[in-house]
């Protein structure tokens, strides 16, 4: 029988199943690694693949070693509270996953799985892991995925002492020929907790590992030949290096929002008033028909990330400046708020700087702090209130967005200082807008554009689209390269109209909006 494959965001991904990304490079890469022998760590963001290419590296691999593939997820608390326990626990995953075990060494296991040896220690269970070694035909591959389950154990770190102390000892000593472990922190920075008098230290237990460097984030040539598949099956007629260039301008290649676009364009939107087929949803306007729904929606990697913020102000305070500042912010490694924005896959390094890792979650992030000042803000309010004059016709008038802003802001906030206006002027004009285009249209801030002078805003509104440019007045030069800039801007989009909104502190400054014509593009600027 013949099976109807989908895009799945909902644990691994099966090939027989589900449209998927090519791993055959990445595995080769991986499988150099552990012919060299290496112990390493895969430790990359939630919902980053991470299971998926465990599973086909498992399937790669058997051929040439015998693979022990396991899943701490599967071990309880209580099997992390004594050596005796987790030796019983870790034994029984082995038994349970692991194939062709030596018969001496099935039998010593499984006395320890059912907690009938006497001083069942780690040393002891890893002799007896050695014996296994040595009685078996092929090299053994031990793969542990979610070991955040144990990060902060002691037992946990115990056995990752043991198993540094047979890597090196290898040269003398039966022991695995590769050990992995796959989970969204890195082992080798791992803290031990020590008794209540005591303060948590640094450990090492797991120093011996290999610099993980195999990209497992998707490029847009990743993402086309998943599409081609899909298109070969159901002849959308679509675009389909377009759509993937989008997708991955959208989501930098993070495996799950690649997954969740396809998704949503293949069955969520299919099938409404705007796209009855699967031929108009795979469209340009359907892509950005799912980037609205897919921006709004609460899954399980937005809630752990806006836990993450909410546990750490610091994280909070780097996110912030990076989204609305626009203040550079440089990266620096051995920062631990850095580091840990980086590993829960908040933020990424490009060019020796601190930014955002993709526009998905930026507009997520946008969203989330700006949903904190919803009840506060009168700037919202305001918003909410005069919504219905903005929409003429189902289109969205920017121009009279731009002049009730312009009026608003003047009258709450007239009287402030510079460095009040700089501070907050970009932030309330999304507060402003937000009301107006909820539930129909979508923004985003293009991050190229985005420092501590300039923002470009691009509004989604029913298949059309606005660029407006927010930026701080730094004099009649600068200005009209703003104008030019906007201007080339306009073409890349395709536009005729573009609009700038400028926060002006010259007090000889005349508020209001004028047209200015720059060859075939008309620029409306708002001063405030």
Not at 176 to 189: C, K, M, P
């Amino acid at each position: 029988m013949t099976v109807c494959r989908t895009f799945n965001t909902d644990g691994y991904c099966n090939p027989k199943l589900h449209y998927m990304v090519d791993l055959t490079s990445r595995l080769r890469d991986i499988k150099e690694m552990v012919d060299a022998g290496k112990y390493f760590t895969i430790n990359r963001a939630r919902q980053y693949g991470k299971t998926t290419t465990l599973t086909a590296l498992e399937d790669e691999l058997k051929e040439e070693y015998n693979v022990i593939s396991l899943d701490f997820q599967g071990l309880s608390s209580i099997d992390f509270e004594s050596e005796r326990n987790f030796v019983a626990a870790f034994s029984r995953q082995i038994l349970f996953n692991m194939e062709n075990i030596p018969a001496e060494a099935a039998d010593e296991l499984r006395r320890y799985s059912e907690g009938r040896m006497e001083g069942a220690t780690l040393s002891v269970l890893f002799i007896s892991l050695s014996d296994l070694c040595r009685q078996s035909e092929k090299g053994i591959v031990m793969l542990i995925d979610e070991v955040d389950s144990a990060a902060n154990n002691r037992v946990f770190l115990d056995f990752l002492a043991q198993l540094r102390y047979y890597y090196m000892k290898r040269m003398k000593v039966p022991t695995f020929r590769s050990v992995i472990l796959a989970g969204v922190h890195d082992i080798r920075s791992v803290k031990k907790r020590f008794p209540a008098n005591e303060d948590h230290k640094e450990n090492s237990p797991w120093n011996i590992a290999a610099d993980f460097l195999v990209d497992m984030s998707f490029s847009s040539e990743d993402i086309a030949g998943m599409i081609l598949e899909y298109e070969e099956d159901h002849h959308t007629g679509m675009n389909v290096q377009c759509i993937a260039n989008m997708i991955y301008e959208y989501t930098a290649g993070y495996p799950y929002l690649v997954s969740r676009f396809c998704n949503y364009m293949d069955d969520r939107i299919v099938g409404t008033e705007a796209f009855p087929s699967k031929s108009s949803a795979w469209t340009i306007k359907g892509f950005y028909e799912a980037e609205k729904m897919i921006v709004k929606e609460d899954n399980s990697l937005y809630q752990s990330l806006i836990r993450k913020i909410n546990l750490c102000p610091e994280l909070r305070t780097i996110l912030y400046e990076l989204l609305f500042t626009g203040i550079p912010v440089p990266y620096t490694a051995t920062n631990s708020y850095m580091k840990d924005a980086a590993m829960y896959g908040f933020i990424k390094n490009e060019n020796d700087g601190a930014v955002i890792s993709n526009r998905i979650f930026e507009s997520v992030l946008y969203n989330y702090f700006i949903s904190e000042e919803f009840v506060t803000n009168k700037m919202y309010y305001i918003g909410v209130q005069e919504k219905n004059q903005f929409i003429v016709e189902g289109r969205l008038d920017v121009r009279r967005i731009l002049e009730k802003f312009i009026e608003t802001f003047n009258d709450l906030y007239g009287d402030k200082n510079d460095t009040f206006l700089e501070e907050v002027g970009r932030r309330y004009f999304i507060l402003f807008l937000k009301p107006i285009i909820n539930g129909i249209g979508s923004y985003s801030v293009e991050s190229r554009t985005r420092n501590n002078e300039r923002m470009d805003l691009v509004i989604y509104y029913k298949g059309e689209q606005n660029v407006i440019e927010i930026k701080i007045w730094r004099g009649n030069a600068y200005n009209e390269r703003g104008e030019e800039q906007l201007a080339n801007y306009l073409e890349y989009f395709h536009l005729k109209k573009g609009y700038m909104l400028s926060f002006n502190f010259n007090k000889k400054k005349e508020i209001g909006i004028r047209e200015i014509k720059l060859g075939d593009k008309t620029l409306v600027e708002a001063v405030v």
